[in-house]
């Protein structure tokens, strides 16, 4: 079962943009095979830094305000938020060391 929590343009600003500690965005689409790659990746590092960051999804075919709001144009796009803010993205699929190279320091709270 995913731990990562499908967010709308109805709930992106609570469950993101709301939240005080990091939380990672996964820009996805349902027709994008690295977006399946990635997702497996994202949720070993969600479990590993639980109750310390959040993960959540936004497919941007179903939420393009959201995606247009963030410059999104390719999927998988990885951002860290922290405060309301992206501090950190990547775009592309990466395996779990590389994409802890990139966010690993972001994602303590006491790191943001």
């Known amino acids: 079962m995913s731990s990562a929590r499908a967010v709308t343009e109805d709930t992106f600003e609570a ?3 709301a939240r ?3 939380v990672i965005v996964e820009y996805w689409a349902e027709w994008c095979g690295p977006c399946r790659m990635v997702a497996p990746v994202l949720e070993s590092i969600a479990a590993d ?4 960051v959040g993960l959540v999804k936004v497919n941007v075919d179903e939420n393009p305000a959201i995606a247009r709001r963030y410059g999104i144009l390719h999927v998988p796009t990885i951002s860290v938020f922290a405060a309301g803010e992206v501090v950190k993205q990547v775009i592309g699929a990466r395996s ?3 994409m802890l190279h990139e966010f690993g320091d972001l994602l303590e709270p006491s790191a943001v």
């Open 49 to 52: 830094y639980a109750g310390k």
């Open 15 to 17: 469950e993101v943009l």
């Open 96 to 98: 779990k060391s590389a």
């Open 20 to 22: 005080t500690g990091p």
